[in-house]
T-cell receptor, first 111, second 114 residues
């Protein structure tokens, strides 16, 4: 059983559409991070959220951290083909020094 | 360039052979992590070092796996008597250990065991 459940597993949309990826857990995290990974490469950090209820925006990407710090979402507005990739959420438990990753959401944006 | 280098990028070996992967983090990375990732899955934690001390090992890390970080700088991950189930991407990541534990990953070493 994974600590973090991501949904959906796959998402294929047309350029210009919006999408949302969810990351849920029954555990409380001291921080939650989103990474994006392209084939054959390591994950690259997009954002870190640490405060319950926090919302961060990165151009067309909006990240939310749940009030109880157990869940998070990533919303992409007007998706572009360059947004294609594997999106991973990762949580840091209190007093733990490793990140636990979700299984990832594979996003494909068709031109 | 992420600043974390891994070598080799790809390794094909026959079952039963030993393989070793190397990771060079940036100098500010007090913590160094090894993760394993299989196709369609997120990275799974294997082990991590605080400077040269190995502080935690996952139950995924069988006794065929050994990792070292001898001088608190580069690290090696050795797999002895490889099995087909060891085929995966082995990712190294570093962090400074301050604030939220943000990981900077290398590009990974892909292992294929025939």
């Amino acid at each position: 059983t994974q600590l973090l459940e991501q949904s959906p597993q796959f998402l294929s949309i047309q350029e210009g559409e919006n999408l949302t990826v969810y990351c849920n857990s029954s555990s409380v995290f001291s921080s939650l991070q989103w990474y994006r990974q392209e084939p054959g490469e390591g994950p690259v950090l997009l954002v870190t959220v640490v405060t319950g209820g926090e919302v961060k925006k990165l151009k067309r990407l909006t990240f939310q951290f749940g009030d109880a710090r157990k869940d998070s979402s990533l919303h992409i507005t007007a998706a572009q083909p360059g947004d294609t990739g594997l999106y991973l959420c990762a949580g840091e438990l209190p007093n733990d020094y490793k990140l636990s990753f979700g299984a990832g959401t594979t996003v494909t944006v068709r031109a | 360039d992420t600043g974390v280098s891994q070598d080799p990028r790809h390794k094909i070996t026959k079952r039963g052979q030993n393989v070793t992967f190397r990771c060079d983090p940036i100098s500010e990375h007090n913590r160094l992590y090894w993760y394993r990732q299989t196709l369609g899955q997120g990275p799974e934690f294997l082990t991590y070092f605080q400077n040269e001390a190995q502080l935690e090992k996952s139950r995924l890390l069988s006794d065929r796996f050994s990792a070292e970080r001898p001088k608190g700088s580069f690290s090696t991950l050795e797999i002895q008597r490889t099995e087909q189930g060891d085929s995966a991407m082995y990712l190294c990541a570093g962090s400074t250990g301050t604030g939220a534990n943000v990981l900077t990953f290398g590009a990974g070493s892909r292992l294929t065991v025939l």
